[in-house]
T-cell receptor
């Protein structure tokens, strides 16, 4: 069964708005990572948050992790058209990676 | 930053052909590389973990004889789709980790789009 499950499946917003997506997982993890994928391309690593961390920031990105609920969220603030992509979470259970289905984000100018 | 190069970017070939895809870590050594398959608008499915100098570890349901993996050096892993058929058409992506410890992100190639006619 799939480990990471993103929610929502798709998100359409306007430039300047914030975008929030969630990820839930089922087993114990070492860390959780968020990636971005532009259409037809490979994945770009965004943020890694360890199991003992609760929040992490990188530029306009903010990631939270709640291990008690086995969930994580990714917030993109002040979105730009260039943020249009699919976003995936993946859990790392000591070298075993599983990706969620992804959230497709469309940012319109 | 760590760069992974995947080649070719796309391949179109006839049914029955064998296709080799290369994955190279350009500025770091990777004892472990990963091969994924992705269908349109779907997530990545891990096919196998490629270990330098040893046999690959395949995920359940992935045919070892169909998808041959060779990791002959610390910077190169290859995936060969043998006797490819239309159902093998997909987007194949490799990744590598820079470092052996836990909490290392994966660095992805740009993927190979394989179309079998």
């Amino acid at each position: 069964s799939q480990q990471g499950e993103e929610d929502p499946q798709a998100l359409s917003i306007q430039e300047g708005e914030n975008a929030t997506m969630n990820c839930s997982y089922k087993t114990s993890i070492n860390n959780l990572q968020w990636y971005r994928q532009n259409s037809g391309r490979g994945l770009v690593h965004l943020i890694l948050i360890r199991s003992n961390e609760r929040e992490k920031h990188s530029g306009r990105l903010r990631v939270t992790l709640d291990t008690s609920k086995k969930s994580s969220s990714l917030l993109i603030t002040a979105s730009r058209a260039a943020d249009t992509a699919s976003y995936f979470c993946t859990t790392d259970s000591w070298g075993k990676f599983q990706f969620g289905a992804g959230t497709q984000v469309v940012v319109t100018p | 930053g760590a760069v992974v190069s995947q080649h070719p970017s796309w391949v179109i070939c006839k049914s029955g052909t064998s296709v080799k895809i290369e994955c190279r870590s350009l500025d770091f050594q990777a004892t472990t590389m990963f091969w994924y398959r992705q269908f349109p608008k779907q997530s990545l499915m891990l096919m196998a973990t490629s270990n330098e100098g040893s046999k690959a570890t395949y995920e359940q349901g992935v045919e070892k004889d169909k998808f041959l993996i060779n990791h002959a050096s610390l910077t190169l892993s290859t995936l060969t789709v043998t006797s490819a058929h239309p159902e093998d058409s997909s987007f194949y992506i490799c990744s590598a980790r820079d470092g052996e410890g836990n909490n290392q992100p994966q660095h992805f190639g740009d993927g190979t789009r394989l179309s079998i006619l």
